[in-house]
Structure formats: C-alpha cells, structure tokens
C-alpha cells in the first residue's frame, strides 16, 4: 500500500515537475523569443537610421541627368542598391506609385519616406527623398540593399525560432522561413492584436496547421526624426514548447537524475527492509514460541507500516489463539473434573471457577431445577475474588425455562425483570449487571440455568456464546450421568417395590457393621424375620394386594427401628433388620418384640383386613458369628425355631441347633426359595382288573451340580426345621396343579395321593390351606388322597387337622402300615379309607410264611373295617400272584412302575388312556 502510494507520489510529482518544466520552458522561450524579436528590431531601426543618414548625405548634392550623379555618390555605400528618379513629385513614383498628399508633404518638407513594395520574390524596401536636378525637384527613391537590411535574418538559425518583419499594410518584407500565406495572415492577426505604441515586444501564442505557437510582437520605430515612416513589426515565434519537449530537456539530465534516483531508491529499499527484517525476524521468534505453547507479541515499536500492520494482525491472531487455547484447556478440565469425581455437586465450586475463566465472567451460577418443583432451585456461585459462596434456595420463571429450552446458543439479558430474572438477584448482589443465559438440559429436559454475569455490557468475543454451550452441555452430561448413577445405583440397592435396601446394599452393610463391631467392641443384631401365611394373602386376594401389604409391612418395619439400624428386604417375605450397638440381646429381643406386635396390627387392603404375623431368628455379632454367611446362617436356623415353635415368636440362634443335620437345614430353605424341588409320580394298579386307578406324588430334591436327593435324606431336617410345612404347601399345590393339568388333558386318573407329614398336620390352618388349593386348581376333593402315618393318632392337633381334612372330602390312607404303633382302635374310629401295607412286610413273600401270614391278616383286617388295601413296594411278579390270590385291591412297586417325571407320567397316562379307549372299541 505504502509503496504504491509512493509511486502514485512519484509519479504525481514527476508529472507536476514535467508540467512545472514545460512552464518554465515556455517562459524561457518566450523570454528569448522577446529579447530576439527586440535585438532585431533594435538592429533594423540602426540599420534604417544608417542608410537614411546616407541618403541624407547626398542628397544635398545635385542628383545629376536622370539622378546619375546620385547614383554614382551612393555606388560605394553598401546599403544603397540603386537610385531611381521620378520627375516630379505628384507623378508615380516608379514602383511605388503614386504618393499620398501627406507623403508629399512630408518629402516636401525635406523628410525621408520609408516605403515597401512587394518585388520580385522579395519585398523591396526604398528610402524616398526629394531632390533636385538643377532647380527642378524630383523624387529619388533609394532602393536599400536586401543583403544588407535583412543580414543575419534568414543565416541565423534564432534556436529554432522564426523571425519575420511584416509592414504596416501587412506585406512581408522578410522571414528567416518561408511563411505560407496562412501563416502569414496569422502574424498579421497577431501583430494587429497587440496594442501600440509597445515598448516591449508584446508575448502570443496561438495555434496554426494543428500546432501550437509561441511568439513575440515588436515594433521598429524610426531611429531617425528625419525619417518618416508607419512601423514596422519584427516578429519571433516558435512551436510552443510540450511534455515530450520537456522531457527532451529531462533527458539532458538523464545521468544525474538517475544516479539520485538510485541512491534514494537504494536509501528507501534500506529503510523497507529494515521494517520487514524486524518484524520477520520477531514473526519467527513468535511463531517457535507458539510452537512450545507460548503466546508472545510482537513488540510494535520499531516496525512500521505495513511490517506494523502484519504484526498488528499477528497479535491479534496469537492473542485470539491463546484465548481460544485457554477456553479449550479450561474445558478439558472441566471434562476431567467432572468424569473424575463421582459427585457432581463437589466439584461444581472449581468448575463454576473454570467457567467463569473461560467466559471472561464477573460471577458464574448454576441453578439445579428440583424435578419435582420446577419453579425453585438451588444456586451454586462462584463469583471473582470471593469465598465460597453457601448454596441458596431461590425461584426460577418456569417461562423462562421453557424459552431456554429452545435457546441452546444461549439468551442474554440486559435489563433484569423483577419476577421473571429473580434467579440472577444472587449474581446482581455480586455487581453484575449484564447475563448471558444457556440451559442446561438432560434428556432433552431443562435441569439446570448456567448463567453468567458481567459489571458491564462486555465486548462479547464471538467465541462466548459457543463456550458457554459447551459448559452448559458438560453440565447436561455430567448431570444425566449422576442421576444415572444415582438411579443406578438405586436399581442395584434398592428393592423396587418396598425402597428397603436389597440383599446387596444389605450385604455391604453388615460388612461394615461387623467391621466397626470388630473394632470398637461394641455388640449388634441381626434379625431374620419371615413372614408367616403371607402366601395366603397373595393367593387370596392376588399380588397386587400382596405387594401392598409388603410396602405396609416395611413401613412398619422401618418405623421399629432407630435412625442409623438397617431394615432390608431380601425377596419375597423375608427380611433382615441390622441392629447396630444392640447392647445385650435383651434390647434386641424387645425390638423383634416391637416388629411382631407392630406386624400383628391388621393390614387393610380395598376393605378387607389382613392379618400378617412374622417369626423372628435373632443373631448376636460379634458374639455368634463374624462373617456374613455365618450369621445369615445363624438367623436363618433360629428363624425356622421361631416357625417350628409356632410362629410369631422371636428366637435366638443357639449352638444346640448347629445338631440338626447341617446340609439339609439351610440348603432346605434355599431349595425351597430356588424351587430346586420336583415331584415325580408312582402309579398304583388295581389287583382286580389291572388298571391304573391312582397316582402317588413323591418328592424330590435335585440341588446344583450335586445327585438327586431323596425324602429320606431330607424330610427328617424339613420336619426338625419346620420347613417342612413350606415345602408341604409346595407338595400341595404342585400336585393339585399337576393333577388339574392332567384334569384338562382327560388323561387323569381317579386319584391323586400325596404323603403329609405330622409336623404338617399339627398346623391348625392345614385343611384351610387344603380346601383353597383345590379351589384354586378347581380339583374335586374326592380327587385327592392324603397319605398320613401312625404317628398321627398320637397327637391331638393332627388328629383333629385329619378329621377336618376328611370333612372336606379328602380321602384319607395309612401309610407304611405295620410300621407305628397304631391299633386297630384307631383304624375303626378315624376316617381312614385305605391302608399301605409297607414294602417291609411285602419283601419276603411269598417264600416266607411269616411274611405272607402276617400280609394276609393284614388284608382280611383291612377287609374287616371296610378298607381299601393298598400293597406298596411290590417287586416281582410272585409277590402280585400272592397279593392278588388274597385279595388285596391295589398294587404299587418297581415291579408295575417306577416314580418318574411329570412329564414321562403324562405319556404313560395318555398311552393308558388310547390303550383303553382302543380296548372298548374292541369290546363295543
Ligand atoms: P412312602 O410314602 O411309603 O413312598 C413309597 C416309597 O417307596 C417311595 O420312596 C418309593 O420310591 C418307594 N418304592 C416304591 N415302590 C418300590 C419298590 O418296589 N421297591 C422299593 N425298594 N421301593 C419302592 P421314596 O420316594 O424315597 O419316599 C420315601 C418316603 O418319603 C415316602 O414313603 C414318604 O413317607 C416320604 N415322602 C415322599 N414324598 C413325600 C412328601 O411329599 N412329603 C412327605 N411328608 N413325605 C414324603
Ligand atoms: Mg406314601
Ligand atoms: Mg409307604
């Protein structure tokens, strides 16, 4: 730009010094053209003075015959070609013609004429005088010398310039060039323009034939008094001087002007790249600095111009950069802060700080929207120079928060408004004057306001509104990922339905408890409390309601226990309570005391009470135990104490319980909770016709990765536990629903048996549990068979559970007969419609006569009392000829079929049934 200008200068100034030249060129020639035209005329006016003072000198002579003595007296004077005479005055005076009276008059009184007449080529120039041939007076006319009058007008070349002398009538009398008549006429113009008398020769200029001309108009003025004559004028002239006529004359200085030019071209080129050279050498300073994360300026002071301005831009490009950098940086440590800290609100102080950083803010809040009041918040501040600011409640303009919503580039505000920017009062109280808003958004909804506050309208960089977008959209993630989190977390450690926490959450905190015990000495609980008869609740009025009396039941529970005490639901019904600091287990059994009567509080549910009631294990940390497993164990055995006692009782674990068969007791109750049991089935054949009349259900346990367990090697522990009782509600409703399956099929049998054991009997609630199962299943009671032993009759709560049983239509057999103690009292008096002789007596017949006796007695008794006669265990074909021979009715035994599947029973049930219905087609 600079050098343009210069040239554009230079240029400018080369053309105003051509102009000035070409000025100066005129003046000087038309100076010259003056002082030639005066120097002429000067010469001529001489030249005329001297030849008028020849003829003067002669004149007073006698002119002689036809003036030949005046001819002879003028022979040797240069300036005289000829004499002419005239006779007289008034005739035509030889080429002249005839004389004027004023002329005459002159001439008579004794003055020279000076008079021009066009010649031959030249114009011919005379000087008139009287004079006298003896007395007469005649005219002589001396003819003046051309050669003399014009010397050194035509030879001299005047620089260039024309000199032409031109008479008063326009005639001319000479020219150092030969004039055309327009030129000619143009003289004449000029030299008529000029004003007269002129002392000095009068400045022209004008333009002829497409050139322009310069010139001067002097005037020869007689040099003599005695001469008479009209002036003459002498004028010079050249072409008017042009810019290439000036240049020409540059050029004569050409050598000089260059030599300047290049030492002041030399000079300008040192003082350009000197510019340059600073500011290059700083640029590559500056650039290696920002290589290495530096961020220098260029210093301006010595650069100029449009090194200045390229350092000018450079700053401001490094400065932009640095900016730009630093918001980048802030930003990654906003990122790092925020995935490195688990909790957002921790480390807001020192990302509010970093965003305040970035947005070159006075003060910086965020305000965290409460889900479920959206109209309030809780700011969090960070404002420069200033304490950690306390957390503050304050109301935001759900109006606001919807337009945010659509403003993700962010809003300014300029002019608070009481109610509708009352979220910034906290920023205002801090100075700021001026905001700039962005919403912070979590799954597409608004969860919180970044607002920024400046003193002063700022010069708002451009950058501002997309770093302040992207803070707000950190904010967003790092807020979904902590209600993530927490939500998370909560699924993990929560139970869904009650908010108690889970079987992990209450995990990690007996850990924690038995740590904090195991250090610093103190004692606590645990509590196992089971639920007793929940199931009925859920199959009488369905799981819905049962999930209601669950949330109720943790309610109450929590309501039991002191601030900083566990309650946790492990599934289903069951539930732990972590007493910390228990003191002696007194104070533990009276909070078990609490839940129970807490628990026996009727529940009501759309109208209709509830009566639940809990048995409670109670383990002592770290007295009875230091690992989890161990006191989970513990509880769990004193739980099923409490049940077997008779439920709605309280127990504490004791080492004598440790006696019970230790696989069976707890991997019992986990068979139980992971359905880990099956019930296969035995068919029993009637000895009469050989037909399938019933189906025996026998249980079976298959744990994980172990061999399938049978009822010997467990039901003794469930009996000891109480467990039983559970599985025996299983046992139940498995077989009613299998035998409804089969129902629906049309492939039943006649019957259904399942073995009860005493333990089941004595619950006093048995035959109600019986009558809803086969309501449920919508089984016949007549269908179903309970199989009960001796022992049976000895106790006076089973006794009175089988009469009720055999009330509602249950049939009712004596199993393993002949093994217990029963007397034939008790066969006649009970509602007992069939009796199993036991595989015992059946093994040695029929070669052992003992055996077969006793096994035909039993029979013919059987008889006797109206029972059915059942024989189990029948293994070969001898012992079912011998069973049939003496009428038993019924048979079963590996011998007809083993117990199998469910699933292997319907197929020999639907293969009985196409077998006998192919047989009645036969016979029909
Ligand atoms: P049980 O009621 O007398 O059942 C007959 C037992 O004799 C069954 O044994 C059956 O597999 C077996 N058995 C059947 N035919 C023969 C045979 O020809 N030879 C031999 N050696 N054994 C035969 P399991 O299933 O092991 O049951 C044993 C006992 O466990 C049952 O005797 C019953 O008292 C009891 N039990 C079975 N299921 C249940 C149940 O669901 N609840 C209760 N409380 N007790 C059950
Ligand atoms: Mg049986
Ligand atoms: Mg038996």
């Given at each position: 730009m600079t050098a343009l200008l210069l040239l554009v200068m230079l240029a400018g100034a080369g053309w105003a010094g051509l102009v000035l030249l070409q000025d100066r060129?005129?003046?000087?020639?038309?100076?010259?053209?003056?002082?030639?035209?005066?120097?002429?005329?000067?010469?001529?006016?001489?030249?005329?003075?001297?030849?008028?003072?020849?003829?003067q000198s002669v004149i007073i002579y006698d002119a002689g015959p036809g003036g030949s003595w005046l001819q002879q007296r003028t022979q040797r004077a240069a300036s005289i070609r000829g004499v002419v005479v005239a006779r007289t005055p008034g005739d035509p005076v030889g080429p002249l013609g005839?004389?004027?009276?004023?002329?005459?008059?002159?001439?008579?009184?004794?003055?020279?004429?000076?008079?021009?007449?066009?010649?031959?080529?030249?114009?011919?120039?005379y000087l008139v005088h009287n004079a006298n041939i003896g007395a007469t007076t005649v005219v002589a006319l001396f003819e003046l010398s051309s050669e003399w009058l014009w010397q050194g007008l035509r030879d001299s070349s005047h620089g260039g310039s024309t000199l032409a002398v031109i008479d008063s009538g326009g005639l001319l009398l000479d020219s150092s060039a030969t004039l055309s008549d327009e030129e000619l006429a143009q003289l004449v113009r000029e030299r008529d323009a000029v004003a007269e008398p002129a002392e000095h020769p009068a400045p022209r200029s004008w333009i002829t034939g497409h050139r322009a001309w310069q010139g001067t108009v002097g005037r020869v003025v007689p040099g003599s008094v005695h001469l008479v004559a009209e002036p003459w004028s002498v004028l010079a002239y050249a072409p008017a001087p042009t810019l290439s006529s000036a240049l020409l004359t540059v050029t004569e200085h050409l050598p000089w002007l260059l030599c300047v030019a290049l030492v002041l071209a030399a000079v300008a080129a040192w003082y350009l790249s000197r510019g340059w050279e600073l500011t290059l050498l700083e640029l590559r300073h500056?650039?290696?600095?920002?290589?290495?994360?530096?961020?220098?300026?260029?210093?301006?002071?010595?650069?100029?111009?449009?090194?200045?301005?390229?350092a000018v831009e450079f700053n401001r490009a490094v400065g932009l950069m640095e900016e730009r950098v630093r918001a980048l940086n802030s930003l990654n440590d906003i990122d790092r802060l925020l995935l490195e800290s688990g909790d957002l609100e921790q480390s807001l102080d020192t990302v509010l700080g970093l965003i305040q950083r970035i947005t070159g803010s006075h003060n910086v809040s965020l305000a965290l929207i409460d889900q479920d009041a959206p109209g309030h918040?809780?700011?969090?501040?960070?404002?420069?120079?200033?304490?950690?600011?306390?957390?503050?409640?304050?109301?935001?303009?759900?109006?606001l928060v919807e337009t945010l919503q659509q403003q993700r580039s962010g809003?300014?505000?300029?002019?608070?408004?009481?109610?509708?920017?009352?979220?910034l009062e906290p920023l205002r109280a801090l100075g700021a004057e001026f905001f700039w808003l962005w919403p912070v958004c979590s799954q597409e909804r608004v969860v919180a306001i970044l607002a920024v506050g400046y003193k002063s309208a700022p010069e708002v960089p451009p950058e501002l509104a997309s770093y302040g977008t992207e803070c707000a959209t950190r904010l967003g993630v790092a807020l979904s990922n902590s209600a993530r989190d927490e939500q998370l977390y909560r699924q993990a450690h929560f139970d869904a339905l009650t908010s108690l926490p889970n079987r992990l959450l209450f995990r990690d905190r007996l850990a924690q408890e038995l740590t904090s015990a195991a250090a610093g000495g103190q004692r606590g609980a645990l509590l196992y409390v089971d639920l007793d008869h929940f199931k009925k609740v859920n199959d009488s009025v369905g799981h819905s309601a049962g999930d209601q009396v669950l949330t109720i039941v943790a309610q109450r529970l929590r309501s039991c226990i002191k601030d900083g005490d566990t309650v946790a639901r492990l599934g289903g019904d069951e539930f732990t309570v972590i007493l910390r600091n228990a003191g002696n287990p007194d104070?533990?059994?009276?909070?078990?005391?609490?839940?129970?009567?807490?628990?026996?509080?009727?529940?009501?549910?759309?109208?209709?009470?509830?009566?639940?009631?809990?048995?409670?294990?109670?383990?002592?940390?770290?007295?009875?135990?230091?690992?989890?497993?161990?006191?989970?164990?513990?509880?769990?055995?004193?739980?099923?104490?409490?049940?077997?006692?008779?439920?709605?009782?309280?127990?504490?674990?004791?080492?004598?319980?440790?006696?019970?068969?230790?696989?069976?007791?707890?991997?019992?109750?986990?068979a139980l909770r992971r359905r880990e049991f099956s019930l296969y089935y035995?068919?029993?054949?009637?000895?009469?016709?050989?037909?399938?009349?019933?189906?025996?259900?026998?249980?079976?346990?298959?744990?994980?990765?172990?061999?399938?367990?049978?009822?010997?090697?467990?039901?003794?522990?469930?009996?000891?536990?109480?467990?039983?009782?559970?599985?025996?509600?299983?046992?139940?409703?498995?077989?009613?629903?299998?035998?409804?399956?089969?129902?629906?099929?049309?492939?039943?049998?006649?019957?259904?048996?399942?073995?009860?054991?005493?333990?089941?009997?004595?619950?006093?609630?048995?035959?109600?549990?019986?009558?809803?199962?086969?309501?449920?299943?919508?089984?016949?009671?007549?269908?179903?068979?309970?199989?009960?032993?001796?022992?049976?009759?000895?106790?006076?709560?089973?006794?009175?559970?089988?009469?009720?049983?055999?009330?509602?239509?249950?049939?009712?057999?004596?199993?393993?007969?002949?093994?217990?103690?029963?007397?034939l009292g008790y066969l006649r008096q009970h509602p007992v419609q069939a009796i199993k002789i036991d595989r015992s007596f059946i093994e040695d017949i029929p070669q052992n006569d003992t055996a077969a006796t006793l096994a035909e007695t039993m029979i013919n008794m059987a008889h006797a009392l109206g029972k059915v006669v059942v024989a189990e265990g029948v293994e070969t074909s001898e012992q079912l000829e011998f069973l049939r021979a003496r009428r038993c009715d019924m048979a079963q035994g590996f011998f007809l079929a083993h117990p199998r599947t469910a699933a292997d029973t319907t197929e020999l049930l639907s293969a009985r049934q196409s077998a006998e219905l192919g047989l009645s087609r036969q016979t029909g």
């Amino acid at each position: 730009m600079t050098a343009l200008l210069l040239l554009v200068m230079l240029a400018g100034a080369g053309w105003a010094g051509l102009v000035l030249l070409q000025d100066r060129t005129a003046r000087d020639a038309s100076i010259q053209l003056q002082e030639l035209s005066q120097s002429y005329a000067r010469e001529l006016r001489a030249r005329l003075a001297e030849a008028t003072a020849t003829v003067q000198s002669v004149i007073i002579y006698d002119a002689g015959p036809g003036g030949s003595w005046l001819q002879q007296r003028t022979q040797r004077a240069a300036s005289i070609r000829g004499v002419v005479v005239a006779r007289t005055p008034g005739d035509p005076v030889g080429p002249l013609g005839a004389l004027s009276a004023s002329e005459q008059m002159a001439l008579s009184s004794g003055s020279t004429l000076l008079i021009a007449a066009p010649g031959k080529g030249a114009s011919q120039v005379y000087l008139v005088h009287n004079a006298n041939i003896g007395a007469t007076t005649v005219v002589a006319l001396f003819e003046l010398s051309s050669e003399w009058l014009w010397q050194g007008l035509r030879d001299s070349s005047h620089g260039g310039s024309t000199l032409a002398v031109i008479d008063s009538g326009g005639l001319l009398l000479d020219s150092s060039a030969t004039l055309s008549d327009e030129e000619l006429a143009q003289l004449v113009r000029e030299r008529d323009a000029v004003a007269e008398p002129a002392e000095h020769p009068a400045p022209r200029s004008w333009i002829t034939g497409h050139r322009a001309w310069q010139g001067t108009v002097g005037r020869v003025v007689p040099g003599s008094v005695h001469l008479v004559a009209e002036p003459w004028s002498v004028l010079a002239y050249a072409p008017a001087p042009t810019l290439s006529s000036a240049l020409l004359t540059v050029t004569e200085h050409l050598p000089w002007l260059l030599c300047v030019a290049l030492v002041l071209a030399a000079v300008a080129a040192w003082y350009l790249s000197r510019g340059w050279e600073l500011t290059l050498l700083e640029l590559r300073h500056s650039l290696r600095g920002l290589a290495d994360g530096r961020y220098e300026r260029i210093g301006l002071g010595k650069s100029r111009d449009a090194p200045r301005a390229v350092a000018v831009e450079f700053n401001r490009a490094v400065g932009l950069m640095e900016e730009r950098v630093r918001a980048l940086n802030s930003l990654n440590d906003i990122d790092r802060l925020l995935l490195e800290s688990g909790d957002l609100e921790q480390s807001l102080d020192t990302v509010l700080g970093l965003i305040q950083r970035i947005t070159g803010s006075h003060n910086v809040s965020l305000a965290l929207i409460d889900q479920d009041a959206p109209g309030h918040a809780r700011a969090y501040i960070a404002a420069a120079a200033a304490a950690p600011i306390p957390v503050s409640r304050i109301s935001v303009d759900v109006e606001l928060v919807e337009t945010l919503q659509q403003q993700r580039s962010g809003l300014t505000v300029l002019r608070c408004e009481p109610i509708r920017h009352s979220f910034l009062e906290p920023l205002r109280a801090l100075g700021a004057e001026f905001f700039w808003l962005w919403p912070v958004c979590s799954q597409e909804r608004v969860v919180a306001i970044l607002a920024v506050g400046y003193k002063s309208a700022p010069e708002v960089p451009p950058e501002l509104a997309s770093y302040g977008t992207e803070c707000a959209t950190r904010l967003g993630v790092a807020l979904s990922n902590s209600a993530r989190d927490e939500q998370l977390y909560r699924q993990a450690h929560f139970d869904a339905l009650t908010s108690l926490p889970n079987r992990l959450l209450f995990r990690d905190r007996l850990a924690q408890e038995l740590t904090s015990a195991a250090a610093g000495g103190q004692r606590g609980a645990l509590l196992y409390v089971d639920l007793d008869h929940f199931k009925k609740v859920n199959d009488s009025v369905g799981h819905s309601a049962g999930d209601q009396v669950l949330t109720i039941v943790a309610q109450r529970l929590r309501s039991c226990i002191k601030d900083g005490d566990t309650v946790a639901r492990l599934g289903g019904d069951e539930f732990t309570v972590i007493l910390r600091n228990a003191g002696n287990p007194d104070g533990a059994l009276r909070i078990a005391n609490r839940i129970i009567q807490s628990l026996q509080q009727p529940v009501s549910i759309a109208g209709r009470d509830h009566f639940v009631c809990a048995s409670i294990g109670i383990t002592m940390f770290p007295d009875d135990g230091t690992t989890i497993d161990e006191l989970m164990r513990n509880a769990d055995l004193a739980m099923y104490q409490a049940k077997a006692g008779g439920r709605a009782r309280a127990v504490f674990y004791d080492r004598q319980m440790e006696r019970m068969p230790p696989a069976a007791e707890s991997g019992l109750f986990r068979a139980l909770r992971r359905r880990e049991f099956s019930l296969y089935y035995q068919p029993q054949y009637s000895l009469r016709d050989g037909k399938l009349v019933a189906l025996e259900a026998l249980l079976r346990w298959q744990p994980p990765r172990e061999g399938m367990r049978f009822p010997a090697e467990f039901v003794p522990a469930a009996e000891q536990t109480g467990l039983i009782v559970d599985i025996g509600v299983w046992v139940l409703e498995t077989a009613c629903a299998q035998l409804a399956t089969w129902r629906n099929q049309g492939i039943a049998p006649e019957r259904l048996a399942m073995n009860v054991s005493v333990y089941q009997l004595r619950q006093l609630d048995f035959p109600e549990v019986v009558r809803r199962a086969l309501e449920h299943f919508d089984v016949p009671a007549k269908l179903l068979e309970i199989e009960i032993t001796e022992s049976v009759f000895a106790d006076d709560e089973a006794r009175s559970t089988m009469r009720q049983l055999a009330m509602l239509g249950v049939r009712l057999s004596l199993d393993d007969f002949g093994t217990g103690y029963s007397s034939l009292g008790y066969l006649r008096q009970h509602p007992v419609q069939a009796i199993k002789i036991d595989r015992s007596f059946i093994e040695d017949i029929p070669q052992n006569d003992t055996a077969a006796t006793l096994a035909e007695t039993m029979i013919n008794m059987a008889h006797a009392l109206g029972k059915v006669v059942v024989a189990e265990g029948v293994e070969t074909s001898e012992q079912l000829e011998f069973l049939r021979a003496r009428r038993c009715d019924m048979a079963q035994g590996f011998f007809l079929a083993h117990p199998r599947t469910a699933a292997d029973t319907t197929e020999l049930l639907s293969a009985r049934q196409s077998a006998e219905l192919g047989l009645s087609r036969q016979t029909g």
